[in-house]
């Protein structure tokens, strides 16, 4: 904690000289919860990226395309491509949230209610979606997605 602390301090005149704070709070909690997600998630990053689509089997076909490979996982519900170490996913159900990065972490519970202390607002709870993967999803103060992952690959 003493390294966000210090990151805080040395943020906060930066900020404060290109913008007026006009709610303090708000900055704070802003503050807390991007220090939250770089501290725990800094090390390991943006692994999985989910994109809405409408028609699987051709928006398989763009993707293969792009990244020059075949999915390895194909089903009507989801279809993955790994590119190294990050995934990209084409979800047909997952248009009311939009497309989704998600970082990996190494403990889901205990980053949720780091983040939702920081401010976030929860979106998705805890969810199993199989192969020893759990997912969660909160929207930040600007309403923007970010999920969370915690896998054993």
């Known amino acids: 904690m003493l390294r966000a602390q210090m990151l805080f301090i040395l943020l906060l005149p930066l900020h404060r000289a290109l ?22 998630t800094l090390s390991q990053g943006v692994k999985i990226i989910i994109y809405p689509v409408k028609d699987v089997a051709r928006a398989k076909t763009l993707f ?3 990244l020059g490979i075949k999915p390895y996982v194909d089903s009507p519900v989801y279809v993955g491509f790994r590119v190294r170490d990050q995934e990209i996913g084409l979800d047909p159900n997952s248009h009311k949230a939009g497309m989704t990065p998600y970082y990996k972490v190494d403990n889901i519970k205990q980053s949720l209610k780091s983040l ?5 607002q929860i979106q998705q709870e805890i969810k199993d ?3 020893g993967r759990l997912t969660a999803i909160i929207r ?3 309403g923007n997605l970010i999920g969370l992952v915690q896998s054993s690959w």
């Open 129 to 131: 979606v199989g192969g």
């Open 64 to 66: 293969g395309e792009l």
């Open 19 to 40: 913008v007026t704070v006009r709610q303090p709070q708000e900055f704070i909690n802003q503050m807390k919860l991007t220090l939250t997600l770089e501290l725990n």
């Open 116 to 120: 939702l202390d920081a401010g976030a």
């Open 140 to 142: 930040d103060i600007d």
